[in-house]
C-alpha cells in the first residue's frame, strides 16, 4: 500500500484557504487603516472598498473553479497565476499600510506642540583648556545678573554638586558686556540662556563658531494657546512659520531669522504668503517696547506671535517651526539639492564658496548659503529670496520619484525639528480636501520692506548700537488691506499686491 506524500510546508502556505484567508484579512486591515487616518475622501474610499471586494470574489471564482477542474490543460497555470495575484495583492496592502502608519505617527509626532525648553549653557572660547564640567573647578564663571536668575541660578548648584565646590562668579550688567568679557580673558568661561545668543553677538558676529558649549541644563516650559483654532476647510486661517537659529530640539527657545504669515483661503483656494525681515522694527507685545522681530522669538514663540499680531492687525490661528537641525536633515536625506545663486559670494558661516549659477549643495552647505547677509549686496533682503530659492529646490527634490525610495529616511529627519500647534486632525482634514476636489491653488507673495537705520533704543540690546529695518508705513498699511481681504474670505487678485513683493 502507497503512503500519500506529505505536502511541503511551502504548498500548504500557497493553498487556496489560505492565500484568500491572507487576502481577506489583508483587505480589512487596510480599510480599516485607511479609514482611521480620515485623509481619503469618502467616496473615493466606497470606491476602493468596492474595488477590493471585486478582486476578492473574482479570486475566489477563479482559485476555487479551477481546483475543481484542475485536470483540465491550462488549468494548473491558471490556478497558480490566481494564488500569485491574491499573494502579491496582499504584500501590496500590507506595504501601503506600513507606509501609511509611518506617516500616521509623523504627522502625530509634530503636532499639538504644547511646550518649549529653555536651555542655560556654560560657553567657552573654542582654544580653551576647559572640555567638561569638572574642568571648571578653579575658574571664574561671568554671569549675567539681571535676566533667568533662577534658571542661571539652578545651573550653578549643579555645577557645584558636580565640582565639589561653590563657582567662582563674576556679575555683569548685560549679555553683550559678558561676552566682550569672555573674548578679552577677563572669565575663563560665562554662563547664559541660550535664548540670549542674539545679544551675545552684538560684538561677536562669529560666536556661536568661536566658541564651544561645555555644559548645559534644560528646562522645559508649558506654553499657553494664544492662536485662535478654526475651521480650516471653511474658514480662512493663517500659519505662523518661524526658523529659529539653532541645531538640536526644536523646541529650544531661540531667535527667529524667518518669520513667514501663511494667510490661507481654503473657498477660494488661494494662499497670500507675507515676508517679515528678521531685523523689522517692531513694538513688543509685552511691553510695548521697541525692538527687532526676531528677538521677540527670546521671549517665547508667543510673543513673536502676539506681536506679528498686534503689528500687521490679524489674527494667527497655527503655527509652524523649524530650525537649523531641520534645513541640514531634511537636504541631506533628499540627498543634496541644486540652487541657483544671483551672485558669487563666500558664506560667514561655514566658508563656502558659492558661484553665480547654479550650486550643488549638501545639508551644511545650504544652511550656511540661506543664513548670509553680509556679503550680499541687498543684505537680508538677498537674503530672504535664497530662503525661497532653497525652499523651491527643496520641494522640487522633495516631489521627484526618489523621494519614494526615501520616504522612511526623509520623515526621520524631519521627526524632532519640525512642529506645530495645528491638530492632526485638521492636516488629515486638509489634505483630505485637496484629494477630494484636486484644485489649483493660487499663490501670491508680499514681503514687509523699510529703510535701513542704527538705534540704541532696542529693548533687548538697550544702549547697544543696534541695526533694524523701519517700515515702509504706506506698504505696510497695503500689506494689512490684502491681509484683511483673505482674512475675510474674499478673493485677491494680482493687482491686490503689485508693488508689495
Known amino acids: ?33 485607511i479609514y482611521s487616518l480620515k485623509m481619503l475622501p469618502l467616496r473615493y474610499y466606497l470606491i476602493l472598498v468596492v474595488i477590493l471586494l471585486v478582486l476578492f470574489l473574482g479570486e475566489v471564482i477563479w482559485i476555487t473553479s479551477g481546483a475543481r477542474k484542475k485536470r483540465r490543460t491550462g488549468k494548473r497555470f491558471r490556478i497558480f497565476i490566481s494564488k500569485f495575484t491574491s499573494v502579491l495583492l496582499s504584500i501590496f496592502m500590507i506595504t501601503v499600510s506600513v507606509f501609511a502608519a509611518r506617516g500616521n505617527d509623523f504627522i502625530n509626532n509634530i503636532t499639538n506642540a ?50 565639589g565646590s561653590e563657582p567662582k562668579k563674576k556679575n555683569y550688567d548685560d549679555y553683550a558686556v559678558l561676552a ?40 522645559e516650559e508649558k506654553i499657553n494657546t494664544v492662536t485662535t483654532k478654526t475651521d480650516v476647510t471653511e474658514n480662512s486661517f493663517i500659519v505662523y512659520i518661524t ?89 541631506d536625506a533628499l540627498g543634496g539639492v541644486t540652487v541657483n545663486s544671483d551672485y558669487a559670494f563666500t558664506t560667514l558661516h561655514g566658508n563656502y564658496k558659492i558661484v553665480k549659477g547654479k550650486n550643488q549643495m549638501d545639508g551644511d552647505k545650504a544652511l550656511c548659503f540661506v543664513r548670509e547677509r553680509y556679503a550680499l549686496p541687498n543684505g537680508d533682503f538677498d537674503r530672504g529670496k535664497n530662503q525661497q ?68 533704543k532696542t529693548y533687548s540690546q538697550k544702549g547697544q548700537r543696534t541695526y533694524v529695518t523701519a517700515p515702509d508705513k504706506d506698504k505696510l498699511e497695503d500689506i494689512k488691506n490684502v491681509i484683511d481681504k483673505v482674512e475675510n474670505g474674499e478673493k485677491i487678485s494680482s493687482k491686490d499686491v503689485k508693488g508689495l513683493q
Not at 580673558?185 to 561677536?204: F, M, P, R
Not at 529616511?409 to 484636486?438: C, H, P, R, W, Y
Request: hydrophobic share 40%; net charge negative.
Open 114 to 163: 504644547f511646550t518649549q525648553t529653555r536651555v542655560i549653557a556654560v560657553y567657552v572660547m573654542k582654544n580653551s583648556d576647559i572640555e567638561k564640567v569638572e574642568d571648571l573647578k578653579g575658574k571664574t564663571i561671568g554671569v549675567e545678573n539681571k535676566t533667568s536668575v533662577s534658571n542661571i541660578t539652578d545651573a550653578l548648584a549643579q555645577i557645584q554638586d558636580q565640582i
Open 243 to 331: 526658523g529659529i537659529d539653532t541645531y538640536g530640539s526644536v523646541n529650544t527657545i531661540s531667535r527667529a531669522d524667518v518669520n513667514l504669515l501663511v494667510c490661507v483661503n481654503p473657498v477660494e483656494k488661494q494662499i497670500l504668503m507675507v515676508s517679515i525681515p528678521r531685523d523689522t522694527k517692531v513694538n513688543l507685545h509685552m511691553n510695548g517696547k521697541m525692538d527687532k522681530i526676531n528677538h521677540s522669538a527670546m521671549y517665547g514663540i508667543n510673543e513673536t506671535i502676539q506681536t506679528l499680531e498686534d503689528f500687521l492687525d490679524l489674527k494667527v490661528n497655527y503655527y509652524a517651526k523649524t530650525n537649523f537641525s531641520g534645513v541640514t536633515n531634511i537636504i
Open 180 to 219: 566682550d568679557a569672555l573674548y578679552e580673558n577677563e572669565v575663563d568661561c560665562i554662563i547664559a540662556d541660550q535664548s540670549y545668543l542674539g545679544i551675545l553677538e552684538t560684538n561677536h558676529e562669529s560666536f556661536s563658531d568661536e566658541t564651544r558649549v561645555v555644559y548645559q541644563m534644560e528646562v
Open 389 to 456: 530659492k532653497l525652499l523651491k529646490a527643496i520641494i522640487d527634490k522633495a516631489i521627484s520619484p526618489k523621494i519614494i525610495t526615501n520616504y522612511n529616511n526623509i520623515l526621520s529627519a524631519v521627526e524632532g525639528t519640525f512642529e506645530t500647534d495645528m491638530a492632526s486632525d485638521d492636516i488629515k482634514a486638509l489634505i483630505n480636501m485637496q484629494l477630494d476636489d484636486m484644485a489649483e491653488w493660487d499663490m501670491f507673495n508680499v514681503q514687509v520692506t523699510g529703510d535701513p537705520e542704527y538705534t540704541y
Open 1 to 33: 500500500m502507497k503512503r500519500k506524500k506529505k505536502k511541503g510546508i511551502l504548498s500548504k502556505l500557497l493553498s487556496k484557504g489560505v492565500i484568500l484567508t491572507f487576502q481577506l484579512i489583508a483587505s480589512i486591515v487596510f480599510l480599516a487603516y
